[in-house]
Nanobody, 113 residues
């Protein structure tokens, strides 16, 4: 099970910190991901982190978003800084898989002035 939290409404340039608590699988051994779905668009991979902390980002968020994990707490995080209107989306944490079938319910991030 994956449960996200931390979304909200923020003005452009603002920040948010998303959290995801995982249970029911060996969290510490698995690559974890944040994905998002903007209004009316397809799911989009945003960032990933390996078991040892290596990270990857889509180019549009590189330098603005930071993914991290706490294996002792079975938790995944995404720090979102310098938010843009185009970052508005529902954000999900997800296990690897085609079409991202193993993901949580998501948390909404809305960026607007």
């Amino acid at each position: 099970q994956l449960v996200e939290s931390g979304g909200g409404f923020v003005q452009p340039g603002g920040s948010l910190r998303l959290s995801c608590h995982a249970s029911g699988f060996a969290f510490s051994a698995i690559n974890m991901n944040w994905i998002r779905q903007p209004p009316g668009k397809e799911l989009e991979w945003v960032a990933g982190i390996g078991p040892n902390g290596r990270t990857w980002y889509i180019s549009s968020v590189q330098g603005r978003f930071t993914i991290s994990r706490d294996n002792a707490k079975n938790s995944l995080y995404l720090e979102l800084d310098d938010l843009k209107v185009t970052d508005t989306a529902r954000y999900y944490c997800a296990l690897p898989g085609v079409g991202w079938p193993d993901r949580g319910q998501g948390t909404q991030v809305t960026v607007s002035s």
